[in-house]
């Protein structure tokens, strides 16, 4: 169970451009960052010299063992490759998309009434804690836009879970990265965040995207 109200240790899962961006803004932030790849690894190691310097290489096994916060920054179609069950207890962050214009029709998400994060966490082991954000924004925007807390000009992320625990952790960690958190409500409601949602690719201070939020589902509780 995670006892610190700031994770202090996060693993990463997938070492390509958004995962990268993560990394370096969390080892910024002055936190311990593992990353895990398929690349063996020796050479991811070699690779993070370049993409992330301070973040440590590791397999996914042993990053699971030693993060109780990791952040799946893998392809959507990718997911189920990874040893789900280690997954159990943690509280994990869900960047992934479902974007058929960019990565083909899923089988598993493919005419899905749900949000992609709901079909996710239901394939996690049912103490995983799944909280999903970060994917509303492009990697650069990730590192571009990120403002230390108070500035006038920082952009916001929402966070929407079902565990109201794990997303207060979560809503930490991207106040961290450098963003104001904006609730989202359940996982249920993080339809707001997918392509081609109103929030979607867009720099929207806390305020403006409250009002977004409450635009496109009428549910005034986004804090």
Not at 17 to 32: E, H, V
Request: charged content about 20%; overall charge negative; aromatic content about 2%.
């Amino acid at each position: 169970m995670m006892h610190d109200d700031q994770a202090q240790t996060i693993g990463v899962l997938g070492a390509g451009k958004a995962g990268s961006a993560i990394a370096r803004l969390a080892l910024r932030a002055g936190l311990d960052v593992l990353m895990a790849s398929s690349r063996p690894t020796a050479d991811l190691t070699e690779r993070l010299l370049c993409v992330a310097p301070g973040a440590r290489a590791t397999s996914t096994e042993q990053l699971l063992a030693e993060a109780e916060l990791a952040i799946l920054a893998v392809p959507l179609r990718r997911f189920r490759e990874l040893p789900l069950a280690l997954l159990a207890d943690h509280v994990v962050v869900d960047l992934m998309n479902d974007w058929p214009s960019h990565d083909g029709m899923l089988p598993d998400f493919a005419g899905a009434d749900r949000p992609s994060s709901v079909i996710v966490q239901d394939a996690l082991p049912t103490t995983a804690r799944l909280v999903k954000t970060l994917n509303h924004l492009g990697y650069h925007q990730i590192e571009e836009l990120a403002r230390p807390a108070g500035s006038t000009d920082r952009a916001a992320l929402a966070v929407a879970g079902d565990d109201p625990n794990a997303v207060a952790t979560v809503a930490r960690l991207i106040d961290r990265l450098g963003f104001d958190a904006v609730r989202a409500g359940t996982l249920h409601d993080s339809a707001t965040m997918q392509p081609g949602s109103v929030i979607f690719g867009m720099h929207l201070g806390a305020d403006s995207m409250r009002r977004a939020l409450v635009a496109a589902t009428g549910d005034t509780r986004a804090a």
